[in-house]
């Protein structure tokens, strides 16, 4: 015999599948024919849902938004006398992106965006977060601004609040100006962490009469190591591990110095954080031991960049030997300048960690080989990853507000016979990682607010053109938009501020 909560499910899920088969019906053509589908009429049968729905909905006011970086989606590289970036160099350099292209147009984002503002408006999105190209402002990284640097952004700001939607910025997106890597070997030296802090201090000063939430730098992590660890990222640098070390501390000090200088030049109430890539470490099995065990193993996994940031040091264990970075204490006091919330970019579990009687307290389960994955190999489906990151970040480190600022997946993306893209596999993934998002906010966790990377197909790195991640596909031939089933998934959860 069913027990009352088994019975409780069950009817659930029926009204789920009703509430979805109207749904489907009503949203012909995916009911997303952006951009007409502004008008986003969505299934009003869920006003009469009994309780589940409410105990299961996302906080009230919870911010739903979409993310795309400038070198990713822009393209326009040579125009209104932006400068190259890194990435520039390094996409054009042979061998270095698998289709060998390069972001020199992308979805061309600097042109049409205007267009791809409908599109987040027809998801019903409230707010965007998008990076600005550092050298498009400063073409040479320090020095005189160029006049029109900040032309795009002004523009690309005003339509977000002319159509409802809150720009979130990023000022660190990985386009370092190719003017800071040839003068100073870029984040080698400390001297790029002030330029880029007086960067900074120029944007912010300019646009937070609008823009309210900055974001200093985007994943430290990757780009440290990626970047000039295995060169696999621009500039495409193999340093050896203290050189790396060395690296890592600039960055955490150009994120500090940021914050100081945001603060100092930006209209009081401006909002300030990172968003990190934390290296995530989710409990193999929840038991108490082993929630304490992973969250040791996310300070100390974290030390170079979150641990740093929220405790004002490194860990003893990351000081230990002859690579540890060198750094005065003063760098400490700007590296954990307070901040106003925490950013994280949440894809994938990197470690499931088991309590162990050792000298660091966990063991790290080595992934099987039958571990799935999406369709990049990296991107292993961990939905609870989306529920304890932001909950050992709470907890460990008392944070107090965070916004995810990254999730999401890449898929095959392949139109079937009637020429939609039924991306159930990008639908499976965003459904189960947020069911984990909306149990972490119903306990407490606070996060006020989520992006989906991506909006729309873009540039994916060393990837090319051969991962998408968007809720719209682009054919990169035409620039055509199209949405993709994951978008009306994305259009529906937020009409009902609950997983759909
Ligand atoms: C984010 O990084 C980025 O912020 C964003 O620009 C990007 O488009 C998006 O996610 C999707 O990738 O060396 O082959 O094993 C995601 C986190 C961590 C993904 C490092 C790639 C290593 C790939 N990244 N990971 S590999």
């Given at each position: 015999?069913?027990?009352?909560?088994?019975t409780?499910?069950?009817m659930?899920?029926?009204?789920?599948?009703?509430?979805?088969?109207?749904?489907?019906?009503?949203?012909?053509?995916?009911?997303?024919?952006?951009?007409?589908?502004?008008?986003?009429?969505?299934?009003?049968?869920?006003?009469?849902?009994?309780?589940?729905?409410?105990?299961?909905?996302?906080?009230?006011?919870?911010?739903w938004?979409?993310?795309?970086?400038?070198?990713?989606?822009?393209?326009?590289?040579?125009?209104?006398?932006?400068?190259?970036?890194?990435?520039?160099?390094?996409?054009?350099?042979?061998?270095?992106?698998?289709?060998?292209?390069?972001?020199d147009?992308?979805?061309?984002?600097?042109?049409?965006?205007?267009?791809?503002?409908?599109?987040?408006?027809?998801?019903?999105?409230?707010?965007?977060?998008?990076?600005?190209?550092?050298?498009?402002?400063?073409?040479?990284?320090?020095?005189?601004?160029?006049?029109k640097?900040?032309?795009?952004?002004?523009?690309?700001?005003?339509?977000?609040?002319?159509?409802?939607?809150?720009?979130?910025?990023?000022?660190?997106?990985?386009?370092?100006?190719?003017?800071?890597?040839?003068?100073?070997?870029?984040?080698?030296?400390?001297?790029?962490?002030?330029?880029?802090?007086?960067?900074?201090?120029?944007?912010?000063?300019?646009?937070?009469?609008?823009?309210?939430?900055?974001?200093?730098?985007n994943?430290?992590?990757?780009?440290?190591?990626?970047?000039?660890?295995?060169?696999?990222?621009?500039?495409?640098?193999?340093?050896?591990?203290?050189e790396?070390?060395?690296?890592r501390?600039?960055?955490?000090?150009?994120?500090?110095?940021?914050?100081?200088?945001?603060?100092?030049s930006?209209?009081?109430?401006?909002?300030?954080?990172?968003?990190?890539?934390?290296?995530?470490?989710?409990?193999?099995?929840?038991?108490?031991?082993?929630?304490?065990?992973?969250?040791?193993?996310?300070?100390?996994?974290?030390?170079?960049?979150?641990?740093?940031?929220?405790?004002?040091?490194?860990?003893?264990?990351?000081?230990?030997?002859?690579?540890?970075?060198?750094?005065?204490?003063e760098?400490?006091?700007?590296?954990?300048?307070?901040?106003?919330f925490?950013?994280?970019?949440?894809?994938?579990?990197?470690?499931?960690?088991?309590?162990a009687?050792?000298?660091?307290?966990?063991?790290?389960?080595?992934?099987?080989?039958?571990?799935?994955?999406?369709?990049?190999?990296?991107?292993r489906?961990g939905?609870?990853?989306?529920?304890?990151?932001?909950?050992?970040?709470?907890k460990?480190?008392?944070?107090?507000?965070?916004?995810?600022?990254?999730?999401?997946?890449?898929?095959?993306?392949?139109?079937?016979?009637?020429?939609?893209?039924?991306?159930?596999?990008?639908?499976?993934?965003?459904?189960?990682?947020?069911?984990?998002?909306?149990?972490?906010?119903?306990?407490?966790?606070?996060?006020?607010?989520?992006?989906l990377?991506?909006?729309?197909?873009?540039f994916?790195?060393?990837?090319?053109?051969?991962?998408?991640?968007?809720?719209?596909?682009?054919?990169?031939?035409?620039?055509?938009?199209?949405?993709?089933?994951?978008?009306?998934?994305?259009?529906?959860?937020?009409?009902?501020?609950?997983?759909a």
């Open positions: 015999m069913a027990t009352r909560l088994q409780r499910e069950m659930a899920s029926n009204q789920f599948s009703r509430r979805q088969f109207a749904g489907l019906a009503a949203a012909s053509a995916l009911g997303l024919s952006a951009p007409s589908a502004a008008s986003g009429q969505t299934d009003r049968s869920r006003k009469s849902e009994p309780k589940r729905r409410a105990r299961s909905t996302f906080p009230k006011g919870f911010l938004g979409t993310a795309t970086s400038s070198y990713q989606v822009e393209g326009a590289v040579n125009e209104d006398g932006r400068g190259p970036s890194i990435w520039d160099r390094f996409a054009h350099t042979p061998g270095t992106i698998s289709d060998r292209s390069t972001g147009t992308a979805s061309d984002h600097f042109h049409r965006y205007k267009e791809d503002v409908q599109l987040m408006k027809a998801l019903g999105t409230k707010a965007y977060r998008f990076s600005i190209a550092w050298p498009r402002v400063f073409p040479e990284g320090t020095g005189s601004p160029n006049p640097g900040l032309d795009f952004y002004n523009r690309l700001v005003d339509e977000l609040l002319a159509n409802g939607i809150a720009p979130f910025a990023t000022l660190y997106h990985w386009d370092l100006p190719q003017a800071l890597q040839d003068r100073f070997g870029g984040w080698t030296s400390r001297d790029t962490s002030k330029a880029f802090a007086d960067y900074s201090a120029y944007v912010a000063a300019r646009l937070s009469d609008r823009v309210k939430h900055f974001f200093t730098i994943e430290c992590s990757r780009f440290v190591h990626l970047g000039h660890g295995i060169g696999a990222d621009a500039p495409g640098l193999k340093l050896p591990q203290a790396l070390n060395q690296v501390h600039h960055v955490a000090l150009g994120h500090g110095m940021a914050v100081r200088a945001i603060r100092a930006a209209r009081a109430g401006t909002k300030v954080g990172p968003a990190e890539n934390a290296v995530s470490c989710i409990p193999a099995i929840e038991t108490p031991a082993n929630i304490r065990a992973a969250e040791m193993a996310m300070r100390e996994l974290n030390a170079g960049y979150l641990t740093v940031i929220l405790e004002g040091k490194y860990p003893d264990t990351y000081l230990a030997g002859k690579d540890a970075p060198k750094f005065t204490a760098d400490l006091r700007i590296i954990s300048s307070p901040l106003d925490v950013g994280l970019n949440v894809y994938t579990p990197d470690h499931y960690v088991i309590a009687e050792n000298e660091r307290g966990f063991t790290l389960a080595p992934f099987p080989a039958s571990f799935p994955h999406m369709k990049a190999t990296w991107l489906p939905p609870e990853t989306m529920y304890w990151v932001p909950r050992h970040v709470a460990v480190w008392n944070v107090k507000s965070i916004y995810i600022t990254e999730n999401g997946t890449s898929g095959s993306d392949q139109p079937a016979a009637d020429g939609t893209i039924y991306d159930v596999d990008r639908i499976m993934y965003l459904r189960n990682y947020l069911a984990q998002l909306q149990r972490a906010t119903s306990e407490g966790v606070p996060v006020s607010g989520y992006f990377w991506s909006l729309m197909d873009n994916e790195w060393g990837d090319g053109f051969e991962q998408r991640f968007g809720l719209y596909h682009v054919d990169f031939e035409t620039q055509r938009r199209s949405p993709k089933l994951s978008a009306s998934f994305y259009r529906e959860t937020i009409a009902r501020n609950a997983v």
